[in-house]
């Protein structure tokens, strides 16, 4: 099954089970790929996280419900998975713009999110540069911390900056940006700021050592002021590299950023010419 097939299959395995408890395990398993990478593919592909896409085709049923029938609203938010109507009415507050009472008895307009269909249109074609490396088994010395994937998109910058304002960033500067999900879950990952680890050197307190196995790696290069450059070559991994690469598939649960150092260009991470690198561990199909 295709990449873009796979997340076709798993928005209309969603759609079907939209009033059920749905579990990142089991939608991944429809697209046939692990939860970790089903997560970010998805949020790259749709712009948005899986959780999030289900709370607003929650939410538009919901207001689809209350406007055409005669359901209570304890009834419409426990059916859409909301354990109080406190919590529903501020859901659906938020999204709609209205209480669920004024729709009920003043008729006030509700709000619609589609349902997602992913298409693969060909706009011209592109060029992604990449190579396949293998590499041996290494080792990182770094801060670790454990992230949400719902939350992911601003806690790890944050984690950044807090990272340099601390001036940790003297004593590891950061090659990597590493994230580490062995288990190939479905709530949480291990992201590192990292470098190569010395052996002969001590570990200062506060940080910690893993070890990277050895995979096969895509390597994609990405040259361009950051976030934009690395962010852009992310999101064509997924929807156009994947999509489309007969020969490999996602091997593990790792992903991982390499930054070179700023000092050597003139604008630092900002410059049109610096060059940063996505690892992807790949296996053959």
């Known amino acids: 099954m295709g990449w873009i097939e796979s997340i076709s299959e798993a928005i209309n395995y969603i759609e079907k089970n939209i009033t059920d408890e749905l579990s990142i395990d089991e939608i991944a398993r429809q697209a046939a790929v692990s939860p970790f990478y089903f997560q970010k593919g998805f949020s790259m592909l749709c712009g948005m996280t899986v959780g999030e896409y289900i709370r607003l085709r929650r939410l538009t049923l919901a207001g689809s419900e209350l406007v055409s029938s005669d359901t209570k609203i304890i009834d419409t938010a426990l059916r859409y998975g909301y354990e109080s109507p406190d919590s529903f009415t501020k859901a659906f507050t938020r999204f709609h713009g209205v209480t669920p009472s ?6 006030a307009m509700v709000r619609s999110f589609a349902p997602l ?14 190579k396949i490396v293998e590499k041996a088994a290494f080792t990182v010395i770094g801060v670790s911390e454990s992230f949400s994937y719902e939350t992911a998109q601003t806690e790890v910058p944050k984690f950044w900056q807090d990272y340099c304002k601390a001036g940790k960033n003297s004593v590891v500067c950061g090659e990597y940006g590493i994230n580490i999900d062995e288990t190939m879950g479905r709530d949480k990952f291990e992201y590192m700021i990292a470098d190569n680890y010395i052996p002969q050197k001590d570990i200062p307190e506060g940080f910690v050592t893993r070890v990277i196995p050895a995979h096969t790696w895509a390597v994609f290069p990405c040259k361009g002021a950051m976030p934009n450059a690395i962010q852009d070559v992310q999101g064509k991994i997924f929807s ?19 930054y070179s150092d700023p ?12 060059y940063s690198e996505v690892w992807i561990p790949v296996k053959k199909r």
Request: aromatic share 14%; charged share 30%.
């Open 117 to 130: 269909k992913i298409k693969f249109s060909l706009e011209g074609g592109s060029i992604m540069d990449y």
């Open 263 to 274: 000092a050597d260009f003139s604008e630092g991470m900002n410059d049109r010419n610096y």
């Open 102 to 107: 004024a729709v009920k008895k003043d008729g």
């Open 240 to 258: 156009e590299w994947l999509p489309n690469c007969t020969d490999y598939t996602i091997a593990e649960g790792y992903n991982i950023e390499m």
